[in-house]
């Protein structure tokens, strides 16, 4: 067995590929006092705070951070409705009763840890910075903020944004309202967990968009429960973040009660600017709200409401009729969006809710979509119910957050089409608190989508995005896939919008549109499907825990870049030695693409399984076409994919002209889009020269390949990673290889019963083997019986490759294996070929 130092050889090479891969050149610190590292859980997420472990930097933090001063930190308490509000027995969490308490204790923790020692809280008697301080107020807060921060920086800064600032040796952490002032302590102490310099000092940020939320579907789509298979609960508990209905031996654990991590799930918000939860899944249980759940739901705003969290309901058009509520119930006859019953039985629930709740945000609705009901049962549209919601809970200030999710089939045979058709008329007719709340994309969140037409479509209402945080398509909790840009590039998108006249209007990718400044709409919203659950991490992947991290930052600011916030993400997870940094970003880089490559190469949707959205079923046909696999790959003999051109379904006339004209022709549509649009010819010549068919398998080859360079990758940082996260992210890399290949080997099985050709052996990650002066690139050579099995030569179909014998085969008939290392387009790629000796009979010549 000839075997070579993998991780050193990896670690050299594969780091130069991918751009995130390079690290931040502002970074402070080099010394790495290497102390074996204690095991985690991934409870904190990544508010960790372990002390600073370069001893140069360590003093140079100490040096300016001797004190934390929050002034008044006690006196203005946000409202709280429940009496005795408590945290289990045995917390290690505490409730607060200010923002500016939430922000002074999180800088007491913070910078307690990672500098190693207690930085004590203090006065400013006589409105004097002590030297080192770290003052964090708002000018109503803090005399010291009031004197060293004139008015007019902040007032750019509106509700939300902070200010960062050095101040004759003190820091101060300044912000319009206590929330930014919560924002920018959380900033501050990311400067620190990122090795930022922190003096001198003068940073400021605000978000661009108002409204950062999750939509929390606590037990549907949920990978991050505490059971064996992360999907539910033990004892009693269902695997949602929130306990209301328990059982058994937790039951003493259902809300009015205060968990642990509901409080760290508020602190990582807030630590990123979420600033609203919708509580429950859009298929939406009416308990919610009953007058038991509010008095529950009360309990929990009371305890997410210092870190600015508020809560909003999913509900159900339906609900007036649901008998939990009689006797105030309805008729179905009554549900009609125009009648005063219907607007005042929902007033009525509004009202309850903002009684027990006086920050309550409003409702989520998906109606008439997927079996739920809604005011097309009763022959109006959707602005009609929307605009009745709105209306009655207008006079509380509450929004409507009204869902395009929709596919009635009858609409078009293509299901595509099918949102922009029920809204695209009504844009501009919906009420002043109404958000429409689209999908990223105009199917269902998979891993890459062309955007949904509605946002450059529906440029007279106000649009939220809905992105799902939540893996259900992208690898639940098994599959490493970082969703920074997906979202990127979502947002990012240019829909080449434009005005009444056809001139592209300046401001016009979805992220402006979301932000409201193309047509300057009032209000803004981005929404994420969150995922977190009752497992030990919060998220069922230590990887996940990335996503919701992401998520946050490009909410507060979508031009941000994915890959920065990446590197951010793993020096506060993971550490900072380079090899940690680098291995890991680079990972993440190309993780989504990866996916991409071996789940629905080439634009080719959603090819799931219907029983839960993992696994491959390219050959499923259900009750519905529009759920079916073979309604979107569309394979027959003479090609692949969803003809959606001017000749197919004319789906693409729903973009604006430029994307219209990209997309309907099969020439000049982006490669990995391509099926989107089209159904492609098996031997249809593509970029690289390659014909279809034979482009195609060797994706799925490099998205798997990535996989195993990935796992490669991770093992090279054994010594450098706790013991016990290094181990469970390795079984999981483990399990995520052999899906993806599954994916591979299942799909192009299926392909190729229709494009009648043979799987190419000339891929990017396949090799020529030579045994005996015999040469053969199939995995099997035939060698004379007695001739020498020793590999003499390996050739790399890509000559840029890298190709190393793993091990030699022993005899005739044997095997050996040989790994082939190249560059694809989103990253390294591994491949172990299995080179199989078959014995002829004949002599050695
Ligand atoms: C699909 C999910 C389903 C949701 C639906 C939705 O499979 O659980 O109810 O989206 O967004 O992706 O309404």
Known sequence: ?????????????????????????SVLGTGFAQAATPDEDGSSLWLRYPVVDDPGLLARYRAAVTAIVVENAGR????????????????????VETTLQAARDELVRGLGGLLGRPVPVRDAPGGRIPAGAVVAGTPASSPVIRRSVPAQDLAPLGDDGYLLRSVRGATVIAGNTDLAVLYGTFAFLRRLQTRQAITPLDVSSAPRIRRRYLNYWETERLYAGNNATGTGGLNGENGAIFDFTATGASAALNLPVILDRYLVAARAMASVGI??????????????????AIKQEAALADALRPYGIRLAVSVNYAAPTDARFAPDTLTREQLDPYSAQFRDWWARRARQLQAAIPDFIGFTVKANSEGQPGPQDLGYDHRDGANALAAAVAPLGMRIFWRTFVYNAEVDRDRLKRPYLEFGPLDGKFAENVFIQTKNGPLDYQAREPVHPLFARMEHTDQAIELQITQEYTGQNTMLCYLGPLWEEVLKADTYATDEHGRLLPRRRVGDIVEGTTRDRPDSAIIGVANLGNATNLTGHHFAQANFFAFGRLAWDWTAESGRIAEDWVRMTWG?????????????????????????PLGVAHQFRSSDHYGPAPGERLSRDDWSPVYYNQADTAGLGYDRSPTGSGFTAQYFPVLAARYGDIDRVPEELLMWFHHVPWDRRLRSGRIFWDELVSRYDLGVGYVTWMRHAWDSLATRLDARRFAEVKAKLAAHETDAAGWRDTCVGYWKQFSGREVPADGPLSVAVEVAGVSSATGRIPVPTGASPRITKVVPADSAARAEVLAQPRSVPGKGIVRVTAASPFGPVVKDHVVELVPTGGEPG
Not at 12 to 17: A, E, K, Q, V, Y
Not at 76 to 95: D, F, I, N, Y
Request: proline share 2%.
């Open 576 to 600: 900072h030695h380079p090899d940690v940094v680098r291995t890991i970003v680079a990972m993440m880089a190309g993780s989504r693409e990866a996916v991409v490559n071996y789940q629905t």
């Open 275 to 292: 600033n609203g939860i919708t509580i429950n899944n859009v298929n939406a249980n009416s308990f919610y709200l009953t007058a038991a």
């Open 1 to 25: 067995m000839s075997s070579t130092d993998e991780n050193a050889g990896f670690g050299r090479r594969s780091f130069l590929i991918g751009s995130a891969a390079a690290l931040s050149t």
């Open 76 to 95: 203005t308490k946000v409202h709280r409705h429940t009496a005795h509000l408590a945290m289990a027995p045995g917390s290690s969490e505490h409730l």
